[in-house]
């Protein structure tokens, strides 16, 4: 059985990278947890400072079926390159014929741009575009396949 698992991303500005991520994934804010009617309240129960609140955000997949994203407040910037970034399949994936994928893809690099995503290159394959890779609006490299 495959383990469940969840991917955490340092940044400084929790909500705001969140709300990146939720357009780029079509992702939703995590409901609060159960016998909760929001995460102010569930924050308030298990007492934590209210200085504190705004040191998180959490997304998840709609449909259930993608990871759970945790934002999490780190006080240092992000420095170096990463060694893990995702690979978001807006085109559907090189299994898609590159004459519907690629226009999918351009536009999704034009709605990230707008987002705040910025382009870092462009890769080729046998002598047309194949993915992009980008960054987030803290840095953190991703690619549009």
């Known amino acids: 059985m495959a ?3 969840s991917l955490t991303i340092d940044c400084a500005h929790p909500a705001d990278l969140a709300a990146f991520w939720a357009l780029a994934l079509g992702y939703a804010e995590k409901p609060a947890p159960a016998g909760f009617g929001s995460w102010e309240e569930w924050f308030s129960h ?3 400072p209210r200085d504190e ?3 998180g955000a959490y997304l998840s997949d709609p449909d259930g079926a993608g990871p759970a994203l945790s934002f999490l407040k780190v006080p240092e910037p992000k420095l170096v390159k ?3 970034h995702l ?3 807006v085109g559907g994936g090189r299994e898609t014929p590159w ?3 690629w226009p999918r893809v351009a536009e999704a690099v034009e709605r ?3 987002a705040g995503a910025t382009v870092v290159r462009e890769e080729r394959l046998r002598g047309r575009p194949d993915h992009v890779v980008m960054a987030d609006p803290e840095g953190n490299e991703f690619c549009l396949v």
Do not use: K
């Open 82 to 84: 990463n060694r893990l």
């Open 99 to 101: 004459e519907v994928r």
């Open 3 to 5: 383990a469940t698992w």
């Open 112 to 114: 990230l741009t707008a």
């Open 53 to 55: 609140w705004d040191d």
């Open 87 to 89: 690979d978001v399949h």
């Open 46 to 48: 298990h007492e934590v």
